[in-house]
């Protein structure tokens, strides 16, 4: 008799599943607001003027090309800078082959896709991915930290 009064006791001290999504979708809530300020507090210190999408990345187009506009489907090939907010280079194409991917096949962040998406050949622009549009809580495991947010330096070569 005991036991059974115990159990029905720590089942109402437990938190429903609902209670449990509610705390969690709060403490996203907060973990995505600060790193929003976090961007922001850096632009800011820089002196950059971005553009925001709707899914939050920032970008900036420093120097237009001529080419045609990167497309679904299309294999986009680029030099890039990868940097975290702290200014660390954590990966570069530099003294490399440019890199490549399919755009719209997935591979890459998410923030990369969208941000060639605006891009044509001959362009080069400044990104800010924020971690959901990066790698997101686990980071990459070999240089990208946890929930780190990163900043595209890209040049668009070619489509092919």
Same mark, same amino acid.
């Given at each position: 008799?005991?036991?059974?009064?115990?159990?029905?006791?720590?089942?109402? *001290?437990?938190?429903?599943?609902?209670?449990?999504?509610?705390?969690?979708?709060?403490?996203?809530?907060?973990?995505?607001?600060?790193?929003?300020?976090?961007?922001?507090?850096?632009?800011? *210190?820089?002196?950059?003027?971005?553009?925001?999408?709707?899914?939050?990345?920032?970008?900036?187009?420093?120097?237009?090309?001529?080419? =045609?506009?990167?497309?679904?489907? *299309?294999?986009?090939?680029?030099?890039?800078?990868?940097?975290?907010?702290?200014?660390?280079?954590?990966?570069?194409?530099?003294?490399?082959? =440019?890199?490549?991917?399919?755009?719209?096949?997935?591979?890459?962040?998410?923030?990369?896709?969208?941000?060639?998406?605006?891009?044509? &050949?001959?362009?080069?622009?400044?990104?800010?991915?924020?971690?959901?549009?990066?790698?997101? &809580? =686990?980071?990459?495991?070999?240089?990208?930290?946890?929930?780190?947010?990163?900043?595209?330096?890209?040049?668009?070569?070619?489509?092919?």
């Amino acid at each position: 008799m005991f036991i059974s009064c115990q159990g029905a006791n720590q089942q109402e *001290r437990e938190p429903s599943r609902q209670q449990l999504r509610e705390s969690l979708l709060g403490a996203n809530t907060m973990l995505i607001d600060a790193e929003d300020q976090e961007i922001e507090d850096f632009i800011q *210190r820089h002196g950059w003027q971005m553009n925001e999408t709707g899914s939050g990345l920032r970008y900036d187009i420093y120097q237009e090309g001529t080419g =045609p506009k990167a497309q679904k489907d *299309r294999i986009a090939v680029f030099h890039y800078t990868v940097r975290l907010i702290t200014g660390d280079v954590i990966y570069s194409s530099e003294n490399k082959e =440019p890199s490549e991917f399919q755009i719209g096949r997935g591979g890459v962040e998410s923030g990369l896709e969208e941000g060639m998406l605006l891009l044509r &050949v001959g362009d080069q622009a400044r990104f800010i991915l924020p971690s959901h549009l990066a790698h997101g &809580v =686990p980071g990459d495991g070999v240089k990208i930290p946890k929930r780190a947010t990163l900043i595209y330096d890209i040049e668009l070569v070619e489509l092919k």
